[in-house]
């Protein structure tokens, strides 16, 4: 299977840390990228690889991966980071690309 | 700087056609594979297809294999995505992306602000 399941929701109190996870057969193989999107805009690309941040993501954005369980974890969460967060990875083939079903943050 | 502007978008019937463009500009287009992903209205993410950077490949989600094409024309720096036999289940906005890469890894690191389709009787 190519699905990536992911929590809807979490919340987060504000400067506290928060972990999102995704869940899926091809996390063995593909690390997770992820994608933030805040209502109306286009995604973002916030991790990629190991745990690598595009220039200008803030370094209070990390992931991991655990067998077939990626993560990503906001310290110090920010207003800002209010948002819907998706995981991405490959599929068996390596050709095709899923996108995990998607986890709204809400800061408290 | 990296831009990507989607167009071609609009409201059109069940059964009819449809040709997407993304205009690219700020990096050398030739060298990267492209990406078009669609967002239903209040829904995720889906992938939709990628053309590697001199079109020689081409792969297709299954939902839209067979109805989609897509396609580039490196001397204008333009990506396409052609729709037919429209169905109102692909309503969506549709973003197109670059397909970054490093040591192996891809990613989409940079996105249009999208074009919206809506089919509709």
């Known amino acids: 299977s190519s699905e990536l399941t992911q929590d809807p929701a979490v919340s987060v109190a504000l400067g506290q840390t928060v972990r999102i996870t995704c869940q899926g057969d091809?996390?063995?193989?593909?690390?997770a990228t992820w994608y933030q999107q805040k209502p109306g805009q286009a995604p973002l690309l916030v991790i990629y690889g190991k745990n690598n941040r595009p220039s200008g993501i803030p370094d209070r954005f990390s992931g991991s991966t655990s067998g077939n369980t990626a993560s990503l974890t906001i310290t110090g969460a920010q207003a800002e980071d209010e948002a819907d967060y998706y995981c991405n990875s490959r599929d068996s083939s390596g050709n095709h690309y899923v996108f995990g079903t998607g986890t709204k943050v809400t800061v408290l | 700087q990296v831009q990507l502007v989607e167009s071609g978008g609009g409201v059109v019937l069940p059964g009819r056609s449809l040709r997407l463009s993304c205009a690219a500009s700020?990096?050398?287009?030739?060298?990267?594979?492209m990406h078009w992903v669609r967002q239903a209205p209040g829904k995720g993410l889906e992938w939709v297809a990628v053309t590697w950077y001199d079109g020689s490949n081409t792969y297709y989600a299954d939902a839209v294999k067979g109805r989609f094409t897509i396609s580039r024309d490196n001397s204008k720096n333009t990506l396409y995505l052609q729709i037919d036999s429209l169905r109102v289940e692909d309503t969506a906005v549709y973003y197109c992306a670059r397909g970054g890469y490093s040591n192996g890894w891809r990613y989409f690191d940079y996105w249009g602000q999208g074009t919206l389709v809506t089919v509709s009787s």
């Open positions: 700020g990096f050398t287009f030739d060298t990267f594979g």
């Open positions: 091809s996390l063995r193989s593909w690390y």
